[in-house]
């Protein structure tokens, strides 16, 4: 039943023009990286051949973490499909077990958001046939380096975001909240940044980065040009314990999601039932005699209450005062902590 579920997602989602838009998308990016000087992810590369396997772990960890809401789309379109389209009573009523359907649609939708990762090999390598690219900026296209770029660098980091994603989902079945825990972890792993890069103890630093970036760059810190042409990422210390690590988190994650859902509505709370007051009988009145005026006076009567009405209702919205508040944040941190640029002191 697991694998129903997994190639119902799998059929569903490549049925969708969204996959193929995200596959272009981190693809271009790439391409546009190798073919131009302009362009550039995840800092310059000073010497180092624009397709060499540094560039291609550096290129893989910085799309793998844009990637995080195409990762919301599709986990999340997965996760509250049923309960959108009203079909949750229907499917939870069948002898479904829960492990087949929590992991099958899991496995599936992170399967389908992990894909459109393949178009950033695809446009570094196009990116290196461009003719108008100076032959001596390339080097040859290895395709090993791509291949553990996508295993050891972004699918982690795929399955961290997905797990958290998933997991709110399920448990409170809503879009908003998914895309507000996709906005947490983007400002979240900012903050930490900031935290972070200030530690005596890289070693440390290293392991608490959810996306690897900090043990990659540690591991490659004193490369030299040569190293970073050719070399492969050790799958060992510090690299492997963060991976390790992070996937851990992940299952536990996906583990508190499965345990704490449930085949059922979720509980909404009910209204106080208002007193039964019994309204005396009034006696009938005539009513006044009115006229509508449909001019334009009326019509700007109409979009300002229409645009007050909805205006207001924004900003007393609870998705709006959390996406705010995590803006402060990232706000107050950034200026609380940057203090020195280029060994300057900055106000």
């Known amino acids: 039943m697991t694998r129903k579920f997994f190639l119902f997602e799998v059929r569903y989602w490549l049925r969708q023009p969204m996959v193929y838009i995200f596959f272009l998308i981190l693809g271009l990016l790439p391409f546009f990286a190798v073919i131009s000087d302009n362009v550039r992810i995840g800092g310059g590369i ?19 973490f844009i990637a995080i809401l195409m990762v919301t789309a599709f986990v ?4 509250i499909r049923d309960f959108t389209s009203d079909t949750a009573q229907i499917v939870f009523s069948t002898p479904v077990s829960k492990r087949s359907y929590l992991v ?7 399967f389908i958001a992990t894909l459109p990762l393949l178009g950033v090999s695809l446009g570094i390598v196009l990116g290196s046939w461009w003719p108008s690219v100076d032959p001596l900026r390339l080097g040859p296209n290895y395709m090993l380096p791509h291949l553990e770029a996508l295993l050891v660098v972004a699918l982690p980091n795929i399955l961290f975001a997905a797990a958290i994603i998933f997991a709110v989902a399920v448990l409170m079945r809503s879009t908003m909240a998914s895309f507000i825990a996709a906005i947490l972890l983007f400002v979240g792993y900012s903050v930490a940044g900031t935290f972070m890069s200030d530690m005596d103890n890289q070693h440390l630093a290293s392991l ?22 050719t070399r492969l990422l050790p799958l060992d210390g510090v690299l492997l314990w963060n991976r390790l690590i992070w996937l851990g988190v992940a299952a536990a994650v996906f583990i508190f999601g499965y345990m704490r859902f449930r085949f059922t509505d979720r ?9 039964d007051e019994r309204v005396p009988a009034t006696a009938a009145v005539a009513l006044p005699t ?24 924004m900003l007393k919205g609870t998705p709006f005062i959390i996406i705010m508040a995590l ?9 609380g902590f940057v203090t020195s640029m280029y060994g300057n002191t900055t106000y």
């Open 267 to 275: 509980k909404q709370k009910a209204r106080p039932a208002e007193a």
């Open 327 to 335: 803006g402060l944040v990232q706000l107050f941190v950034s200026l």
């Open 76 to 79: 999340n379109g997965t996760a």
């Open 290 to 313: 009115v006229q509508l005026h449909h001019g334009a006076a009326a019509r700007r009567a109409q979009f300002a209450t229409l645009f007050r009405r909805d205006f207001l209702g």
């Open 46 to 64: 000073g010497n180092v051949f624009k397709n060499a396997p540094y560039v291609v772990y550096q290129f893989y960890g910085a799309m793998s």
């Open 104 to 110: 099958g649609k899991f496995l599936g939708s992170t």
């Open 208 to 229: 608490l980065d959810p996306f690897g970036g900090a043990a990659t760059d540690l591991i490659t810190k004193y490369w030299s040009v040569a190293d970073k042409n």
